[in-house]
Nanobody, 121 residues
């Protein structure tokens, strides 16, 4: 089995910063893309940022210049550094990874349980 465990969500004031972490564990053969999505109340889940195993990144327009995604391949961990946070960044943030486990021939998507980020004064 493969698990993704997120941490780092919190209540923060507008303009503040947070760093989210997501560690993958279990019977992992290869991790390809890792990323973060978010879902605000009453809205659909949306892409925030993704990073490939080679380090290429892609961001939602709404977070470009404020958020930075990175990964530590040795630790099977992806990070999301969030700066200049706004109230509209309030959401549950989910970690996602495309992983091939030792039990599978092909890779599939895995999701974390989500971590709450609230931006409010």
């Amino acid at each position: 089995q493969v698990q993704l465990v997120e941490s780092g969500g919190a209540l923060v004031q507008p303009g503040g910063s947070l760093r989210l972490s997501c560690a993958a564990s279990g019977r992992i053969s290869s991790i390809y893309v890792m990323g973060w999505y978010r879902q605000a109340p009453g809205k659909q889940r949306e892409l925030v940022a993704v990073v490939t195993s080679g380090g290429s990144t892609n961001y939602a327009d709404s977070v470009k210049g404020r958020f930075t995604i990175s990964r530590d391949n040795a630790k099977n961990t992806v990070y999301l550094q969030m700066n200049s946070l706004k109230p509209e960044d309030t959401a549950v943030y989910y970690c996602n990874a495309l992983i091939r486990s030792t039990a599978d021939i092909t890779a599939r998507d895995y999701w974390g349980q989500g971590t709450q980020v609230t931006v409010s004064s």
